[in-house]
């Protein structure tokens, strides 16, 4: 038969474990912290972990793609009347008059935030999630290699549209409504991002033929 623990020695249990784990260095890189509770990692970068999905993760500011966003904004306004731009549009459209099934409360009430604010629109929105997209295929290093981390980055994203007031949002939230934006329009995003690429290519094709050596010859010049 299995052994019974009264309720005192289960308690006891616990808390030995946890201050063994208490002992030991935080998990994230470089950091000589020690642990909180039973988690990985310290305190800081357990923070980090709930809001960007990854204790070595940390916030992308909008600066950072700057250069990004007025690709992403160029190439949308050139080509705003294309079929995926509509249907992602529309669908960004649905999401803030909270017509798209959403099963979280949480990202319910923050979209409805969103679009209180008189300040989000839908191209803003898609502006900055194919901005932030590229910027990340081209920094790869940027963020751990953690497939969440894309996730609540794009969640963070569309969150700092508009301000909060200190109002924090929790991890699953943040995670819920990364996994509607990716699932919904990650696929016009790669497609925003291949084309921005492809174009950023032949621009730096054509520049660098400026370049290019001319066959030497003979001239006529008496």
Same mark, same amino acid.
């Given at each position: 038969m299995p052994r019974k623990y009264t309720r005192t020695q289960l308690r006891q249990h616990r808390l030995t474990h946890t201050f063994q784990n208490e002992q030991r260095e935080c998990a994230?890189?470089?950091?000589? *912290?020690?642990?909180?509770?039973?988690?990985?990692y310290c305190s800081t970068h357990a923070g980090h972990r709930d809001r960007y999905g990854h204790g070595d993760a940390s916030y992308i500011r909008p600066t950072e793609y700057t250069y990004e966003r007025k690709l992403v904004t160029e190439f949308?306004?050139?080509?705003? $009347?294309?079929?995926a =731009? &509509?249907?992602? !549009?529309?669908w960004t459209r649905r999401l803030l008059s909270n017509a798209v099934r959403i099963d979280h409360d949480g990202v319910r009430?923050?979209? &409805?935030?969103?679009e209180q604010s008189g300040k989000v629109t839908p191209k803003m929105i898609l502006v $900055? %999630?194919?901005? @932030? #997209? !590229?910027? !990340? /295929? #081209? &920094?790869?290093?940027? !963020?751990? $290699? $953690?497939p969440q981390c894309l996730t609540f980055a794009l969640a963070v994203c569309v969150l700092r549209l508009a301000p909060s007031y200190g109002r /924090? &949002?929790?991890? +699953? =939230?943040?995670?819920? @409504?990364?996994k509607c934006l990716q699932i919904s329009l990650g696929p016009f @995003? %790669?497609? +925003? +991002? *291949?084309? +921005?690429?492809?174009?950023v290519n032949q621009l730096r094709e054509e520049r660098n033929a400026f370049h290019l050596p001319f066959p030497v010859g003979r001239l006529a010049v008496n």
């Open positions: 994230a890189s470089g950091c000589t *912290k020690r642990r909180r509770g039973m988690g990985s949308l306004t050139r080509n705003v $009347d294309h079929p =731009t &509509q249907a992602a !549009l529309s009430r923050e979209i &409805q935030r969103l $900055d %999630l194919a901005a @932030l #997209w !590229l910027y !990340l /295929h #081209w &920094q790869p290093r940027r !963020l751990p $290699d $953690d /924090h &949002q929790g991890s +699953v =939230t943040r995670r819920e @409504l990364g @995003l %790669l497609n +925003v +991002v *291949k084309a +921005v690429e492809t174009e």
